[in-house]
């Protein structure tokens, strides 16, 4: 089991940043990618970027690409999403997940999930 914990939620102006952190404890090699998935009001679960263990590789969705940027630290079993030049369209519940299988933009593919955070854009 991998227990996942985000923070670093809040209500930013558009334009601003926020960086989402994701903390990841107990069986962390079943994490071998850690993805973000938001759900905003009214709509459904979409991916927005993905990692694999390395960090080499990252997926991002086209919404976000240039704005969003995905890391992590695997000393301290953290990943992060810095977001940047947010937008209203970007309020939502921000989720993080870890997979023991590769690099993937499938939710279905996920295996553990953190609570969530929300993240709210005022214009």
């Known amino acids: 089991q991998v227990q996942l914990v985000e923070s670093g939620g809040g209500l930013v102006q558009a334009g601003g940043s926020l960086r989402l952190s994701c903390a990841a404890s107990?069986?962390?090699?079943?994490?071998?990618?850690m993805g973000w998935f938001r759900q905003g009001p009214g709509k459904q679960r979409e991916f927005v970027a993905a990692i694999n263990w390395s960090g080499g590789s990252t997926y991002y969705a086209d919404s976000v690409k240039g704005r969003f940027t995905i890391s992590r630290d695997n000393a301290k079993n953290t990943v992060y999403l810095q977001m940047s030049s947010l937008k209203p369209e970007d309020t939502a519940v921000y989720y993080c997940?870890?997979?023991?299988?590769?690099?993937?933009?499938?939710?279905?593919?996920?295996?553990?999930w953190g609570q969530g955070t929300q993240v709210t854009v005022s214009s």
């Open positions: 107990g069986r962390t090699s079943s994490s071998a990618a």
């Open positions: 997940a870890a997979t023991p299988r590769g690099l993937t933009m499938m939710a279905a593919a996920y295996s553990y």
